[in-house]
């Protein structure tokens, strides 16, 4: 295995660690929200599945990304660095 492989391999498992500590720390709400939204279901769909008013997963969804932005801020991880393809693994398993 070539060194670069090594080292991304190393990368994408730090990353993806921050990632589950990141949303470990959201609410139980905020990380349902979240999954929603990742997932494409509309905010109405949403709202009605969790029984919550229809403007409440807004606020959560944006409360969880701040959060998040946060969480990988402290961490040294930027937006950047985490591609699309490791936000839609954190939702299949």
């Not at 709202?47 to 969480?71: F, I």
């Amino acid at each position: 295995m070539p060194d670069n492989a090594a080292g991304d391999d190393e990368e994408r498992g730090r990353l993806i660690a921050a990632l589950r500590r990141a949303v470990g720390e959201l609410t139980d709400k905020q990380r349902a929200v979240i999954l929603g939204e990742l997932r494409d279901l509309p905010f109405d769909q949403i709202s009605k599945l969790l029984g919550m008013k229809r403007n409440a997963p807004y606020k959560l969804v944006r409360d969880a990304r701040v959060a998040l932005k946060r969480h990988q801020a402290a961490v040294g991880i930027s937006a950047e660095d985490i591609p699309p393809s490791e936000i839609t693994h954190l939702t299949t398993n």
